[in-house]
């Protein structure tokens, strides 16, 4: 099976790559920064049992989308990842404040960025009559964030595409899906003390939040052949399935 992770250079990314590389697929696996740390999961799903490579992409970039699959594709699943995250952080500014700017950014990295990527793997996908996309979501576009809402919006809008899209490549042997993770532990230090990220686990069902392995093992399953006729669903993961956790 070959693969297309973007983002894949750390976080849930790099685990979905992983993930992969134990069912010995192709995989590759994008950056937007980070070439050092792209190399050194190559190295790891390769050590998995799979065979790997990494190329540039940004969301933002156009050609380096067309670029990216033109160079390592065709492919048989797609795993959108990667993201921009904007500047605007939660509770930094009002709603009425978040410059116009920031809004098309998001839209324009976020979604648009991902239909061009669709666009640029879906016709080979439709001539072999199989595929598998998964978008990688948050609970910031169900349940919202305190502060500005263009990140969330921005995820939001994944949701819709799927759906438009499970329609309208169903026929083609097409399933497409979003995987919605919720608060993820992964390598890199998040700024939340280990109260909150207590607090925030006790109202999941599980009593723990996910790890980017936990997610990897969601995405591997929507994104693949096991998956035989879920389409346009949204499945939360563990963190996520509490629901509303932001607002303890």
Known sequence: MKVLVTGGSSGIG?????????TGAHVTLTYREGEERAAQVVKRVEQAGGTARAVHLDLEDHASIGLAVQTAGPFDALVANAVRWGNVMPNSIPFEE?????????????????????????????RRKFGRIVFVSSGAAEE?????????????????????????????????????????????????????LDAIAAHTPTGRLSTAED???????LGSA?????????IRDGSNAGRSSHML
Do not use: C
Request: aromatic share 6%; net charge neutral; hydrophobic share 50%.
């Open 14 to 22: 790099a685990a979905t790559a992983v993930a992969y590389g134990r």
């Open 98 to 126: 978040v410059p116009a700017a920031e809004w098309s950014a998001a839209l324009h990295g976020n979604v648009v960025g991902n239909a061009v990527l669709v666009q640029a793997v879906l016709p080979e996908m439709r």
């Open 144 to 196: 919202g964030l305190p502060g500005p809402g263009p990140y969330g919006t921005a995820k939001s809008a994944l949701h819709g595409m799927a759906r438009a899209l499970a329609w309208e490549a169903g026929k083609d042997g097409i399933l497409v899906n979003v995987a919605v993770a919720g608060l993820t532990i992964t390598e890199r230090e998040r700024p939340v003390p280990q109260e909150a």
């Open 215 to 221: 997610v990897a093992e969601l995405i591997l399953f």
């Open 226 to 234: 096991a998956n035989r006729n879920l389409t346009g669903e949204f």
